[in-house]
């Protein structure tokens, strides 16, 4: 039996559902850029592209080498294909323009490009996050593009995805059907369908939180993660483990496959900063994900998709994965 490989499976969505061609064709483009940041990834040592770079990108972060290269890889394998009116990146300030000398398209791309830059130098899964928008004056967008038209709540999101540079690389995508898994195969160069219609169980004995965060976090999160540790004698009787990564693509693909909830949540260290984890780069993109695969996604009060962001920047605080624990911390919050 022949293996689907991305590229058939968007043919194919442009036949059945009736996806546009550039919409497709953008998603290519990326997968590419991808598979190039996975080689780089790959090398390591061997390319001297570990280690940090001695910058600071506009979050404050200390970037690292294969952050900025990244970074450039996406850049440029998207500038010029005439799917783009624009596109904005957590290590750069402002929205990036399509050159004048390149024909511009309906869609917008907001990325990631290297999630959990952290863990590089130790080895560690890491990952590029992407979430495509549609312009909202596609006539207009012949000039610079300003803030403004990424502004859009999580619901507009027309196809987010992740690649994660682990043992395997792969790339789980959604178009708002579903959510599907491609394994890249080395020998054939391409990203081949090896998971179909992933599901986030609803119920979960796996958490994910940085512990040592814990003296600083509200009260509500300390009352859900004390019943957590309290196991079987506790309130919800049953033991929960704890993993953490550290890198949110990493700590996401494991509840996509086996199920778990991931907190980021607010804390009290500064009151100007209400979460870790960038909106329109981080949250918007993995939420769209795990909705997908049947699991939920809040910021402790409201569902994240349905915020408005107010900056390309935003932060927010993010609980997602199985809906039963979702939904439980979420009601800690709202009480």
Known sequence: ???????????????????????RFLIEVVARACK????????????????????????????????????????????????????????????????GRYPKGAYLLVFDPLDGSSNIDVNVSVGTIFS?????????????????????PGTEQVAAGYAIYGPQTMLLLTMGNGVKGFTLDRELGSFVLTHDDIKVPETTQEFAVNMSNQRHWEAPVQRYV???????????EKNYNMRWIASMVADVHRILTRGG?????????????????RLMYEANPMSFIIEQAGGAATNGTQRILDIQPTSLHQRVP???GSKEEVERVTAYHQE
Not at 69 to 94: T, V
Not at 132 to 152: H, I, K, M, S, Y
Not at 226 to 236: H, I, K
């Open 1 to 23: 039996m022949s293996r689907v490989t991305l590229s058939r499976y968007l043919i194919e969505q442009t036949r059945c559902h009736n996806t546009p061609a550039d919409l």
């Open 36 to 99: 190039a940041i996975s080689h780089a990834v790959s090398k390591g040592a061997l390319d001297d592209v570990l280690g940090s770079m001695g910058t600071e990108n506009v979050q404050g972060e200390v970037q690292k080498k294969l952050d900025v290269m990244s970074n450039e890889i996406l850049l440029e394998a998207n500038e010029w294909g005439g799917h783009l009116a624009g596109m904005a990146s957590e290590e750069m300030d402002k929205a990036y323009q399509i050159p």
């Open 132 to 152: 495509v928008l549609r312009c909202p004056d596609r006539n207009g967008a012949t000039g610079d593009l300003g803030e403004e038209a990424f502004l859009q």
């Open 226 to 236: 004390s019943e957590l540790l309290a196991g079987e004698s506790g309130p919800l």
């Open 261 to 277: 909830l991931f907190m980021y949540p607010r804390d009290d260290r500064d009151p100007s900063m209400p979460g870790k984890l």
């Open 318 to 320: 993010v609980f997602l």
